[in-house]
């Protein structure tokens, strides 16, 4: 229990930068589909998908999170899909960018027991390189 309350102590600084990037939660099937169709990033712990939206389709960043039956039983996908969210709420607010929208899929085994610093240089590394692809 000590452990924990030390681990939400460090995250503390940057949950408070997060807090301020308006983030959307990506939910139409529409717009899962058109990010599949754009730039990915693959990952060991998971696939990063990244397009940038047309003027006008919507505001902010928007980032969604998805796990298909492989990665396990709905145990297992929950888990991962925590975790994606964790390292996107950690990593995106500052490497992020307006206009864009990121899907991130998690993988069979690797999502759920990877350790997280080494998936959030994972994720840092994806967006660079979606980045670097399209201006």
Not at 88 to 110: F, K, Q, S, T
């Amino acid at each position: 229990m000590a452990e924990r309350g030390l681990t939400e102590q460090k995250a503390a600084p940057e949950a408070s930068e997060a807090a301020l990037l308006p983030v959307q939660v990506l939910r139409k099937r529409g717009d899962f589909l058109a990010a599949a169709r754009a730039g990915r990033a693959p990952c060991p712990a998971f696939l990063l998908q990244a397009r940038k939206r047309r003027d006008g389709e919507a505001d902010g960043m928007r980032v969604g999170f998805t796990c298909s039956k492989k990665v396990g039983n709905a145990v297992a996908r929950n888990r991962a899909k925590r975790r994606l969210r964790e390292i996107a709420r950690l990593v995106l607010p500052g490497l992020g960018r307006d206009g864009w929208d990121y899907v991130l899929i998690g993988r069979a085994e690797l999502t759920a027991t990877r350790d997280f610093t080494d998936m959030q240089e994972d994720l840092r590394r994806a967006l660079a390189k979606v980045h670097a692809a399209r201006p």
